[in-house]
């Protein structure tokens, strides 16, 4: 190997449910995840007599508490190799913003290094090495369509994901998914804001974190709101633990347009992607 790049998609949740509190710390959940090809991160692998990681985001730490790091030791751990090279990751997906940015990267590097490595783990191992980094990391290992139950590694057959156009928005400010569960017991919904399901093209779309975040981030129900109340917008929800809202557009919709209003009328320094989920 000289030079090796592949790409990280991101994800949403179509539905999340929270079940419960589990014995080990975790929450049960019952998810669909769908990728999003279109919004990807990039990684570069290339030879090198000592390891480096390094990130185009400087806002992004690059030292071993990174998952991209974490993924690699783990990878060498349950393998019994030891890996030396340079890897650089281009940063699309925004930090904090709930869209798995963190997750697909490391799931693609393990992928990426099982393959250069002559598949020394099975899938089945792989997926066991990436549930312990990280809870969303072995969905990233298929991707596509996926039913996530248990804390989320335990795997799942799912219809196709919808062909929808969708919108996606993120203020500048990130949410820590530990808060946001850590909230989940406790939180009421807000007032004049629409927490239930909706549904579009038979799909039914919820997200039983949007309470506990909404009601720290009052910011984020406004945005919701502001896309339910838009006649382009034929359903909107929060993107996992936050702080992206994904809007479902309606046929013939401008999504750049739409995103100029939001930024003229919400916040100018909001971050949007428009695109589709491929079935």
């Known amino acids: 190997m000289s030079r090796l790049e592949t790409s990280a998609p991101a994800k949403i949740n179509l539905s999340l449910r929270v079940l419960g509190k589990r014995d080990d710390g975790f929450h049960e959940l019952d998810t669909w995840m ?5 919004l990807a991160d990039r990684l570069t692998l290339e030879d090198a007599d000592c390891f480096s990681f390094t990130c185009d985001d400087p806002a992004l730490p690059t030292g071993e508490g990174n998952l991209v790091v974490k993924a690699l030791r783990a990878f060498e751990s349950a393998a019994g190799i030891s890996w030396n090279g340079r890897i650089h990751l281009e940063k699309r997906i925004p930090h904090g913003a709930g869209l798995g940015g963190g997750s697909s990267d490391a799931a693609a590097l393990l992928m990426a290094l099982n393959d250069l490595a002559e598949s ?4 089945d191992r792989l997926v066991e090495t990436a549930a312990s980094i990280g809870s969303d990391i072995p969905f990233f290992l298929g991707g596509g369509s996926t039913r996530c139950r248990g804390r989320g590694e335990v795997l799942e057959d799912a219809p196709a994901a ?3 156009r969708l919108l996606l928005l993120k203020p500048s400010f990130a949410v820590a998914t530990p808060d946001a569960y850590g909230r989940w017991a406790s939180a009421s919904p807000l007032p004049g804001i629409s927490h239930g399901p909706q549904t579009h093209d038979g ?13 720290k981030h009052r910011f984020l129900a406004e945005l919701k709101q502001w896309l339910l109340d838009r006649s382009e917008v034929s359903a909107a929800l929060m993107c996992g633990s936050g702080s992206t809202v994904f809007a479902v557009l309606r046929d013939g919709t401008d999504g750049e347009h739409l995103a100029r209003c939001a930024r003229q009328e919400l916040d100018p320094g909001l971050w949007h992607w428009c695109g589709a989920i491929r079935p």
């Open 162 to 164: 919808p062909g929808w």
């Open 203 to 215: 799909v039914e779309l919820v997200n039983d974190l949007e309470v506990p975040v909404f009601g």
């Open 120 to 123: 020394p783990l099975p899938h």
């Open 34 to 38: 769908v990728t999003l090809p279109g």
